[in-house]
């Protein structure tokens, strides 16, 4: 127990040592030649720091009063820690700033946030865990909130299967649009909203992916659509991925003024490796965990054959 409180608690007093090998300034206030720094935006660490704090008290006041279960919770801490330390590895290292350099280190970035850290979050169900780091009076209204129609009723909607589907290829396309990306690249804050939008469309995507469904007909026909649904986002990311892999000239104008990329690549090659990142990883990932859910399907069918 005491193992799993320390590495709870380990990413919470590690970030502000991580943050002092340099800071990071607003888009295109980077001194090019410089390598890539860390960084120190308050608008990310502040967040970060508060959920691995949340988190871990939380975690320690369920584990403490849970009889039974405890193995679950542990895999729960493993999940998140895990999640966490992706996530604050996109947002905080040295891969943030390359990323204004060079549209794959963006786009790796991008793909942390939404294949890695938010399944890796969706799995350790932080929230439920988080509301106990409050005291009982706190606790009890936070869950009258997140019980009542204003919130859950929104929440069950943007987590139906088809919806968060929808959502996360919105997304996707909209925010790659160049006039768009563009803005991201130039500003700061549109940069933080782009990765907010990628991230919570990820987190909501992966809630209605990986979301108990309990047993009986109803969830084998919600794990079929969930599985569907997956084996969609792995065309909808492909076919995006595979528009900047092939196209022969840059489609970002902040990348293009850079006239040449890390590692000797010009800006459309940079954009083409980019591409085969979102292309192959990204949708390699969606069809793999498709697979991974018609093997759920399959399995209980096969265990009636062979009793039969």
């Known amino acids: 127990m005491r193992q799993l409180i320390r590495l709870l608690a380990l990413p919470a007093l590690a970030l502000p040592a991580l943050a002092l090998p340099g800071a990071a300034l607003a888009h295109g206030g980077h001194d ?16 970060l720091l508060l959920s691995a704090l949340l ?3 939380g975690w320690r006041r369920l584990y403490a009063r849970s009889s039974g279960g405890r193995a679950q919770l542990r895999r729960r801490a493993w ?12 947002l905080v290292s040295p891969l943030h700033e390359a990323g204004e350099r060079s549209f794959t280190a963006h786009m790796i970035e991008h793909e942390l946030l939404m294949l890695l850290a938010a399944p890796l979050v969706v799995l ?20 009258r909130i997140s019980a009542s129609r204003a919130v859950s009723v929104p929440f069950t909607w943007a987590t ?20 768009l990306f563009d803005i991201a690249l130039a500003s700061e804050g549109w940069h933080a909203v782009q990765h907010l939008c990628f991230l919570v469309s990820a987190l909501l995507f992966w809630t209605a992916m990986l ?24 065309f909808v990311t492909g076919a995006l991925g595979a528009l900047m892999a092939f196209s022969q000239s840059p489609w970002y104008a902040g990348y293009a003024r850079l006239a040449l990329a890390p590692f000797g690549m010009t800006p459309a090659e940079d954009q083409q ?13 969606h069809l793999v965990a498709a697979l991974v859910l ?15």
């Open 160 to 179: 139906g299967a088809i919806v968060a589907t929808v959502l996360q290829a919105a997304v996707l396309w909209i925010w790659h649009m160049p006039s």
């Open 124 to 143: 350790a169900e932080p929230l439920s865990a988080m509301l106990w780091a409050f005291a009982p009076g706190a606790r009890r209204a936070l869950g």
């Open 32 to 47: 090019h030649g410089e390598p890539p720094g860390w960084t120190w935006d308050p608008w990310i660490t502040v967040p």
């Open 294 to 308: 018609f093997r759920t399907l399959l399995v209980p069918t096969q265990r009636t054959a062979d009793a039969v």
């Open 273 to 285: 490796v980019a591409g085969l990142v979102m292309w192959v990883p990204g949708g390699l990932v």
């Open 79 to 90: 999940w998140f820690a895990a999640g966490w330390v992706v996530l604050a590895g996109a």
């Open 55 to 57: 988190f871990a008290l």
């Open 211 to 234: 979301g108990r469904r309990g047993a009986g007909a109803s969830a084998q026909g919600d794990r079929a659509l969930a599985a569907f649904c997956l084996l969609v986002t792995s």
